[in-house]
Structures are given as C-alpha cells and as structure tokens.
C-alpha cells in the first residue's frame, strides 16, 4: 500500500477527465475503484472534491489516496505510431509557425484529444508537428470535434503555460463564423444565459448537452454557470439562413451551439442543438437548411488573436473555411473577403 501522493498536472494531460488521467498514470486501478474515491472525497483536485468527469488544468495538484501494490504499477510510455499520411496530412494544416507558437486550421471532423473510441486527434498527432524540435507542441485549449478553425499549439514549456493562462483568462480573441437558420434579429447583438449540462446516458454519457437557463436562475441551478456570446448577422439568404460571426465572451462548454438554438436559430448540421431530422423552411428553426447544403456542422474559427508569449506582440491568426462550408458560401454568392476583419468593432 503506497502513502498519500500529490501530483502536478502537466501542460500535456490539461483539458482531460480526472478519471481518465488517473487511469493513464495507473492503468489497473479500475474505474468504479476510482467513482469510490471520488464519492467518499479521496481524490481531490487543489483541495476540493471531485466527479469522475472533472477536467484537470495544468499546474493544478491532483490528491491521489493510498493504493494498493497491484494499483501502483505506472503506464508504460507509449511510443507514437503516425502514419505516413497522417503526419502529411497534420503538417498540410499548419497555418503558422515560429519558435514558441504553432497554430493549424483544425478539419472538421478530427478531434483535439483522444476520449472513449477515439483514436486519431491532434494531441496523437502532434509528434508529427515538432519540426526542429525535441518535444511536441503542446495543447492550450480545445475546439469541438466537428468545428473547424484555428488550433494553437505551444511549442516550448514556457510558451504553454503563457497561453494556457491566457485562455483562461479570457486574454484572447475569437471569432467564429456560422452558417444559421433564419435570421437573427437585432442584426447585432447579444445572448446572455445561465448554461448547465443536462445527463445523457450509457456510461460514457452519450447524449450530454447544455441547456440554457434564465439569468435570474444561475444561483439556485446546481452547476449552472454564467455564459455570454456576442453575435453579428452579416449576410442573409431571405429568411432561410444567415452568415454570422460570433465572439465568444466566456468559454463555456457549446457556448455558441447552445446561444444560437436558444434564440431559434441554429447552426446548420448541428443535430445535437438544432435537431437533426428538422427542416428549416425559414421560420428559424432546424439545423438542416436542405437542398445540396451539406449536412455538416457549419461552425469555423476563423479569427484568433492573443499576445505572443516571447514578443508580447499581438498575433492574428486566420483559419479559411473548411471544403463544406465554402461550398455552402459558394451556393449562396458570398466570398470569405466580404466579412470585416473584426465585425464587432463598434462594441469595442
């Protein structure tokens, strides 16, 4: 039986389930062993109590109670195995690079960590990305499997735990292009809301998503947690769908899935928020917009801007349109250049 050990969340495990980060350090401490310690308050993150589904940040110190000599067997390091086309296709989505920083325009589709039955995501495939250097990039923050956009890396230690701290606290820009149903009225304006995560089912809890709930009703919602979008409706088609830009305020968990369904208009092939199987005949309501508008989620990050750890510059870095959302825009006469480099300038 091992004592007490407390351990320091490093830049590469931050973002993920506590389970699953205890689980990669001991593999044969099983998972209910772990809900047991969650339960009866023996793992604890920064002193405070958790659920198997709390995520970790770096630096953060991880409480692991005493374990039985079966348990303490460390996982072995895992020796990375990228295909030929894999890394062409990862180094192909490089957008910019210099010493400290890396950024790639993320496809839709690949997801940023590994999670229950996934296998191939950025993190995996970051060996491929180290270029000139010994370790590989490291992540700072996350985007959803199926949005596109701007990914950052972090290429050293030291510029890690610059951006990390930057994200969360807030000391970055995003803007995010959609493609939505209907029309969003006033053309410029705002969605604030209390957002909490509803159960979905099964172990793994397929089917989890946030709902959003009245400001006046955050305090008295368990778990419940302040969420603020701003968004400009920059072109139309009739009343069918809208191209918007939105500029996340706070960084909650399908923040800008969860706003737009809120305010009845969806993001086109977000079956999740917009209801897969509904029409949109323009009324603004229903992800699927039909016609030959493809059917996945038209959700981008175009824009991000932060101040470079070692320069202390500020960097703006833009992502183009993944091949299903050109050709969305393609269907409807609009250009990537149509859009201000910063539709929300006049709220500035």
């Known amino acids: 039986m091992s004592g007490v050990q407390n351990i320091t969340v490093s830049e590469d495990d931050a973002g993920q389930r506590i389970d699953r980060w205890l689980r990669r350090l001991f593999p044969h401490v099983n998972q209910g062993r772990i809900e047991k310690m969650c ?57 910019y ?122 305090d008295s919602t368990p778990g419940a947690k302040r969420s603020h979008t701003q968004y400009a409706t920059l072109y139309r088609v009739a009343n069918r769908a809208s191209w918007v830009a939105m500029e996340p305020i706070t960084g909650r968990t399908h923040q800008l899935r969860a706003h737009m369904a809120e305010i009845g208009h969806p993001i086109a092939g977000d079956g999740k928020y917009g209801g897969s199987g509904q029409d949109n005949m323009g009324d603004g309501w229903g992800a699927q917009i039909g016609g030959v508008i493809s059917k996945k989620l038209h959700l981008h990050c175009r824009r991000m801007a932060f101040e470079h750890p070692d320069t202390k510059k500020q960097v703006s870095i833009v992502a183009e349109l993944p091949e299903h959302m050109k050709q969305s825009w393609d269907t409807f006469g609009w250009t990537e250049d149509l859009a201000a480099d910063d539709p929300f300038e006049s709220l500035r």
């Not at 890396?102 to 590994?114: D, E, S």
């Open 39 to 95: 339960r009866k308050g023996e793992l604890r993150l920064d002193g405070g109590r958790v659920k198997a589904n709390t995520r970790v940040e770096a630096g953060q110190t991880v409480r692991v109670p005493p374990l039985a000599a079966s348990d303490l067997k460390l996982a072995a390091p895992r020796e990375a195995r990228i295909s030929e086309a894999d890394a062409k296709m990862i180094r192909d989505c490089v957008i």
């Open 97 to 218: 690079k210099d010493d400290a920083v890396l950024a790639i325009n993320k496809p839709a589709g690949l997801a940023v960590q590994g999670g229950s039955g996934t296998t191939k995501h950025v993190d995996g495939l970051a060996e491929a990305l180290k270029f000139d250097l010994d370790e590989k990039p490291r992540l700072v923050h996350r985007l959803d499997k199926d949005t596109s956009g701007v990914l950052i890396l972090a290429r050293t230690r030291l510029a890690a735990q610059a951006l990390t701290a930057a994200f969360r606290h807030h000391a970055t820009r995003k803007i995010y292009w959609a493609l939505v149903a209907g029309v969003p009225t006033p053309y410029l304006g705002e969605v604030k809301c209390g957002l909490v995560k509803a159960g979905g089912h099964g172990r793994s809890g397929e089917g989890e998503k946030m709902i959003a709930v009245h400001l006046n009703e955050v």
